[in-house]
């Protein structure tokens, strides 16, 4: 008797073939490599040659003409309107190491430190939304963009919270850094400049202790 069970056990959503193609028909700008990418991301073991094949069987470009704006232009054009946020930890007494929400204005690169705790559960990120929001008052009106990384501790309902103010989520890549790259740049200078645990740096001289202060040349 003719076996005609699915040969392939894999739910039809988790299939390769079927998310390559739903990735394409949602993301009509990606090519057969930047698709292959959020597969990886994904957890999705599937050949960039395997995409471009399923792309080609389908009818479908697998390395569409990119006609949209560049994402550094879209930063620039757009700066008024982002918000990028991103968490990092800072060492506290006792080995502890806490967790901090940065969120950053791409126009006027001010930062505002949304809250620091221990545990960053999805809860009390989406908190730190509403918070936000809050502080934003009247200024909400005109950002339309947040920015930021695909990490757990972001759920669904801190993007409802900023998708009721009007704000839509921009998710980085998989692997790419540089989509919040002005975030992670403060976020880097931070902990450089004033979070550097390293034992014997002299404090700077201040105004209290006058016979520290270098005279001028």
């Known amino acids: 008797m003719e076996d005609r069970r699915d040969p392939d056990p894999a739910p039809p959503a988790r299939r390769p073939g ?18 292959h990418g959020e597969l990886a991301g994904l957890g999705v073991k599937v050949a960039a040659s395997t995409v471009w094949e399923i ?24 700066a008024e309107a982002i918000l990028a946020c991103d968490f990092f930890t800072a060492g506290l007494p ?27 559960t999805g809860e009390w990120t989406a908190q730190q939304a509403r918070n936000l929001l ?3 008052g009247e200024q909400t009106q005109r950002v339309t963009f947040m920015i930021r990384d695909r990490g757990s501790n972001f759920t669904d309902i801190f993007d409802a919270v900023l998708a009721g103010a ?4 921009v998710l980085c890549n998989v692997r790419t ?20 645990p390293r034992p014997g740096l002299e404090p700077a001289p201040s105004a209290a ?9």
Not at 55 to 74: C, E, N
Not at 166 to 169: E, N, Y
């Open 18 to 35: 079927a998310l390559v193609l739903r990735l394409a028909r949602e993301n009509p700008e990606w090519g057969y490599c930047r698709i």
């Open 55 to 78: 792309l080609k069987a389908s009818g479908i470009d697998p390395a569409p003409r990119r006609t949209g704006l560049a994402w550094s232009q879209f930063l620039r054009s757009q």
């Open 94 to 120: 006792g080995g502890t190491r806490a967790h901090v929400l940065a969120v950053m204005e791409h126009a006027t690169r001010r930062i505002r430190i949304l809250g620091v705790t221990l545990h960053p």
């Open 134 to 136: 809050m502080d934003l």
């Open 166 to 169: 009007g704000i839509r989520t």
């Open 177 to 196: 850094p540089r989509m919040n790259g002005i975030a992670e740049r403060w976020i880097g200078g931070c902990r450089r400049e004033l979070l550097d």
């Open 209 to 217: 202790d006058p016979a520290r202060l270098r005279e001028p040349p």
